[in-house]
């Protein structure tokens, strides 16, 4: 497939109307998410100067998705996809507007910053099951890894440039400016997603709705799942031992290099750069066989990268091994997304990516917590060296039993 063009996959699945629109709304979410991201990290840090802070905050984002996101993807399964996406962004984009208005007239203290963002999280436990199980219906199966790997791509390509943005909000028009612009970009997703042309299976709307026993039905299958678990646990490990440096990111450019909100911005930039390149490589790619091995080899690189990072002191090698990190974690990522999706029953599709979700994202959340409460204690670079290298004896020991399972999860439904 990845012959037939110099874009390879990219290419075919750009063809389809429905992922075009898709792709125009979740970019404009993806970064003006990060410009989000990035904002709320610095007010943080401005009102407090605390690592703690910073790993509270990041908890009270991510910490909600671990309880409703199961129930995020139950409801999504029985009430469509697209319904729900849409709903949870708007109201994403209602709570936007009043953090916008509350940082404008200055009205805002470091706890009830805390109390929008664990709203926010609670949305995002809708937004992020349901946005990610409704790919599959917009693209052939032949075509998923294509799909998943440039919404990865755009992802952390939003990684790159939503940083520069809230840089330039934030130095040179003030931070309400930065949350102004998450809520702008909530709105124009919302109703790009409003757009797609998505049938709904009137049996998903109509069947009783029994939350208890439906959540149990996806927990069971992931749990008996061999090939769906093992790729989680790889996920798992990453989550919590490695992922938790974005929230550290602030105090590296504050006590490690001493610089403001400029230095942010290439760190992230950094980041951003190396994780784009790597969802394109596998967008372009377009192919299942081969990601289960793919998955393991960009871990160990981002794991080093990650230590590598917090080990030294120079700007510019911090710069590269984070572009390194950013292109490993992609890569691994849409790897297991897209593992995961091809083997999964349809029927259970969001309530499966849901559970991927608790452990993707809240998982930095329990990390950034314990690394961050180190960190005032011990300096912010040895935690995270100690977090990557545990993460990278758990590679070890993980890795064989994903490739065990290769088989099973590359050949799913072909």
């Known amino acids: 497939m990845a012959s037939e063009s110099g874009f390879g996959g990219i290419a075919k699945v750009f063809e389809i109307r429905n992922f075009r629109v898709y792709w125009i709304g979740n970019f404009t979410h993806t970064i003006t998410v ?24 990041a908890a009270a984002n991510m910490l909600p998705i671990i309880v409703l996101g199961p129930i995020g993807g139950v409801t999504a399964d029985r009430f469509g996809h697209r319904a729900q996406l849409v709903m949870a962004t708007y109201i994403g984009g209602v709570l936007a ?18 109390v929008l963002v664990t709203l926010t999280g609670i949305i995002r436990s809708f937004n992020v099951p349901a946005r990610t199980a409704l790919v599959s219906s917009l693209v052939e199966r032949k075509y998923l890894s294509s799909a998943i790997g440039i919404n990865s791509a755009s992802f952390h390509g939003g990684n790159f440039i939503g940083p520069v943005i809230a840089g330039v909000l934030i130095n040179y028009l003030g931070i309400s400016l930065a949350f102004l612009a998450y809520a702008a970009g909530e709105f124009i997703a919302a109703t790009s997603f409003l757009m797609l042309q998505v049938t709904v299976p009137p049996k998903q709307a109509s069947k009783q709705f029994r939350v208890g026993a439906d959540l149990l039905e996806g927990f069971r299958y992931t749990w008996n799942h061999a090939g769906i678990f093992s790729v989680m646990s790889l996920s798992l490990v990453t989550a919590v031992f490695i992922n938790p440096y974005m929230e ?7 006590r490690v290099y001493h610089m403001n909100a400029e230095g942010l911005a290439y760190l992230t930039a950094a980041v951003g750069g190396g994780a784009m390149v790597g969802g394109l490589w596998i967008a372009r790619r377009g192919r299942l066989d081969g ?26 090698v911090a710069m590269v091994a984070l572009s390194g990190a950013g292109f490993g974690l992609v890569a691994a990522q849409t790897c297991a997304s897209t593992l995961i999706q091809n083997a999964v029953q349809p029927q259970l599709r969001a309530r499966v990516v ?8 809240s998982g930095p959340a329990i990390g950034a917590i314990l690394i961050g409460w180190v960190a005032e204690r011990a300096g912010v670079q040895w935690p995270v060296m100690v977090a990557a290298a545990i993460a990278i004896i758990c590679l070890v020991f993980l890795a064989p039993r994903a490739a065990r399972n290769s088989k099973e999860l590359e050949s799913a439904g072909d």
């Open 354 to 361: 849901s559970l991927n979700g608790v452990v993707v994202v």
């Open 97 to 114: 507007v009043v953090l916008t208005v509350l940082v404008a007239l200055d009205a805002l203290s470091v706890g009830w910053l805390a």
């Open 34 to 57: 990060w410009v989000n991201r990035m904002a709320i990290a610095w007010l943080t840090w401005e009102l407090t100067h605390s690592t703690t802070w910073l790993g509270v905050m």
């Open 291 to 316: 990601l289960v091995r793919i998955q393991s080899i960009t871990l160990t690189l981002a794991f080093v990268s990650i230590f590598l990072f917090a080990w030294t002191n120079n700007l510019w």
């Open 248 to 254: 550290m990111l602030p105090a590296f450019v504050a």
